[in-house]
């Protein structure tokens, strides 16, 4: 049998040392309540079972030239990651429950939570949340608790899938959700002076934004402190390699998606929701957080800590209910941060605005092709105003081996014509003039 | 080990990012730019991976020991389900394809592995749809009382409250508290049961419903399961379970067929993936037929045709609980775990996780106190008490376990029990592993009663000693910055 070590004549040995019967260790169960039997089909061996994965797996079209981004990016991702994150010490530990045995782990927390840190230029970081969208919801939470205040903006560029999310989880908590339109590519200042009042708690946004395009949102820091409030910024990680961190832009709460950081796209997950905070909001935080302290001798070492917090210690009361979490995922962007380091990942995202910027160029070259935004700075995504549909398009490209982007009428109404396209390092000129090229013909 | 910053040195390269080929450069404003780069490390790339490697050995690992760390399933995780998540096809996969035009097709063999973990994980829990989403059990616990609300605010019902036993898990209180609900406490009898008065007494027409752990978290089978769940049910509560403890019951019983409405199940335990040292998890979320039109969005489907596509338009959904389909990578691995056992697998795993439980709880009985003496299910719950009057506390023998290589057991939970140990050995460890630890129990028992120093004093093998949580907790350290 897979993976069970007993022999029968162990079995039978065990239980004949224990005086029991194999049917004792279920006879509190009803025999009415038992399982006649489950209609699955039988175990398979190794290399069937990796003959019929290989088989599911070539039925996806993972090898299409990708454009499309939409928060989830396409990066180079070096070797020696998962070199790393494959050592088994690492990956088939539990939670560090047991620090002695478990320094490892809490020093990579620990590690994470700087990189985090210094990336975002906030304070405090925790040791990971389960992706980008969650990583909101629990940043307007934390509002909430920390302001005593029911009413949250939220700008109609944050990431529409995480909007969604948002709802869901808000929906029953008599929280006065108030989505801002859009206002020529970025967040609008006027409606959301407007909307702005004494019980809002915060206002989210999202930079660089779901369209691609650049912002310095100091002002409405300066907006929500004036009033009490607080400042959310969900970002992109990789663009902070270059561009203005949300601490420097007076965020009191930074949270993201980590999936840019060396992990793959995998289909949508697992992924990595990062948050970082400043100092006095460190015990609303959720999430576990690793903390320095010494031992008896003196020495350094690493715990999990401020876990007053959290549910295990609190129940109903904790500041979220969140247990595991995502801790390989940040071991990996940890890795990666460290890989590329200091200089490299300033790099990357300077290609990463290069390329596109190339992309833009070319594809604007185009007869009929415009950008929707022309008066925003962007980083490596873009929206084009195509003379046609944009899903009509991309269905067509898409049978030619290219996912040229995201068609915005899917989140958006009035963009049925506008392409988001996203270009990140690991795009060669090549696959740009390509690109450029199709979407010339097919229109 | 120094930190990782503090091993940087100017200048130095690690991985070379990819080249330019655009032969154009972008100056975005100086206003819109960091002033200074952020202060990463720089190392080379070898720096880097003796870095981490020599932090994981400072770890244990399910790899390196024995781990019976109750409540958690450390089961062995197979090798090949990590080859098979790193597949291309898998692993390199846009989730937004299937959102794009004629984009189903690009994943079909994805979406198919969605929806053969539907069909696999509804036929072990006898429930009618699982959803693939929840990110972790947690999360799991959350979708699942947001379906409870979804589906009292569609029957008009003005429900307020869920009763919650004070043996379960700290996040069914947490998770019930954010989606809106009162707890209300439902206390265990002398037995470790659920407490049938106090049950009646605190069932009323505000009661969403029940959340049980099942087996409960002293590893014990309720008797009374049926009763409790026609009880619920006839104050239109809904009757959830959080399958944290499923190993004990894989292909013997059906949480569906006891009376439970909905429940996730952790693949992160019972499913064999690994638990990455916190994670990534998986917290698929099981519902009854009643309740199916409440799963999240979206739903993987079926059409005449017999191709899947992915259903948004799911009127009365709670929404979204994830951007997507759920931790797909750890999906993948419990998809190909089940593929690997099968339908005679599966039983073996409850029959060998029961019969190394009942082995430990016998061989053991006799050194320390079995507050609920009983046949267990996967998990055995030990008290310390015994100990304590010769001032050797759980946390004491957890690291004495630990300087005999051994990961200890969970300690000081069920909180119902005083001074627990909470040994889950799992069905993957073999005969010899469990007579060792039994061995070395025996032997902290006696030199507990011989020599508590012996004891109090450990762990002395480790690269550090006990951690001072109240220094940690006073004067949080829990950042390098720059």
Redesign the interface.
Known sequence: ??????TDE??R???E????R?E???????PE???K??????????HR??L?????????????V?F?G???Y?H?V?A?I???V????????????????????L?????Y???I???T?M???N??L?????AIYEAI?MSLAITGRRRVLVDETVNP??R??I???T????IELMEIPVDGGRANRARIAEHFGENTAAIVVQNPNFFGA???VTDLGDLAHKHGALLIVSCYPIS??????PG?MGADIVVGEGQSLGL????????LGFMATRTPY?RKMPG??????????G?????M????R?????????T????????????TA??Y????????????A??C??????AQ?RLLRIDGVRLRFPKR?F?NEFVLELPTRA??V??GL??KGV?AG??LS?YYAGMENSLLVAVT??R??EE?DTLAHMLEVSL | ?K???EK?AAG???????E???????E??S?????R???????S?LD??R???G??????????GF?P?GS?T?????K?T????????????????P?????EA?????L??LHEMDR?LS??C?MAAFTMQP?????G??TGV?IM?AYHKARGNRKTTILIPDSA???N????????YT?RTVPSNADGMTDMEALKAALNDEVAGLMLTCPNTLG??D?N??EIADRVHAADGLMYCDGANLNALV????PG??GFDIIHV?L?KTF?T????????AGPVGVARKLVEFL??SVVCKRDDGSLHLDYDRPKS?????????????I?RAY?YL????????V??S??A??NA??V???LQGHYDLPYD??CKHEVVFSAARQVARGVHALDI??AL?DRGF??P?IY?PLIVKEALMIEPT?????ETLDAFIEAMIEIARLAQTDPKAITEC?KT????????T???RQ???????
């Not at chain 2, 990110?135 to 999360?139: D, I, R, W, Y």
């Open positions: 049998m897979p993976f069970i070590s007993h162990e079995r040995a065990m239980l040392a224990i005086g029991l194999a004792d260790l279920f006879a509190d169960i009803p309540l038992r399982t039997g489950l209609d699955l089909p039988r175990g398979m061996p190794e079972v990796r019929h994965m290989n088989r599911l797996a070539s039925r996806n079209a993972s090898g299409l990708g499309l939409g928060g989830f396409d180079f070096p020696a998962d070199a790393i494959s050592r088994s010490e690492f990956y088939t530990a539990y939670t560090p429950y047991q620090p002695e045995v478990s320094q490892g782990t020093q990579a927390m620990y590690e939570q700087s990189a840190c210094r990336l230029e304070e405090v970081a040791a990971s389960y992706d980008g969208g969650t939470m899938i995480y969604k999310m709802r869901s989880y929906g029953n908590l008599g650049v912002d310095d902070l390699g270059i561009l203005k961190t420097a793959g796209l995998s289909f949508g997950g697992p992924y460190l576990r957080i690793a903390g320095r302290t010494l031992d008896k001798q020495r350094d070492g690493f715990v800590t401020i876990q007053a959290e549910q295990h210690i609190r129940r109903e009361k904790a979220s209910n969140i247990c595991t979490n995502e801790g390989l995922c940040a071991l940890l890795a941060l460290s890989l590329l380091g200091k200089q490299g990942l300033r790099e990357v300077q290609m605005a290069d390329k596109a910027s190339y160029g700075w980083f899903d009509r991309i269905r898409l049978q996912a995201f068609p899917r390092e690991n060669t000129k740009i | 080990m930190l990782i910053f940087s130095r390269r690690g991985v070379r990012p990819v330019n080929d655009v032969g154009t450069s972008v975005i404003p206003a819109l730019r960091r002033e780069p952020a202060e990463l490390p720089e190392l790339e880097v991976v870095h981490f490697t932090l994981s050995r400072l770890n244990f690992g399910l790899d390196s781990y760390l958690c450390m089961k062995y995780n197979p090949v990590e080859q098979i998540a790193r597949y291309p096809g898998f692993a390199h996969l846009h989730p937004l394809l959102q794009l035009p004629d984009g690009a994943v079909e063999g994805a198919e592995v696999w036929e072990i006898g990110l972790a059990g947690a999360h616990e959350l947001m609300a898990h700290g996040t209180p947490a998770s019930a508290a954010i989606a809106g707890v014990l089978f008797p399961i049926q292909g013997v019983c059906r067929d006891l952790n992160h064999a690994p638990h990455g040292g916190g994670g990534p998890g999240p969005i709670i929404g979204y609980v994830a951007p997507f389909y759920g931790n797909f990578g750890v993948v190909t593929l690997m056992l099968g339908r005679e697998g599966l073996r795993v029959q060998n029961v019969l009942n082995y709880r016998a061989k009983r046949i957890a690291k630990i990961h200890p969970t939970f069905e993957t460890e073999s005969k762990p480790t690269p550090v000693g006990r951690l001072d949580d220094r940690a907790a949080p350290d829990l950042a390098s910055l720059k």
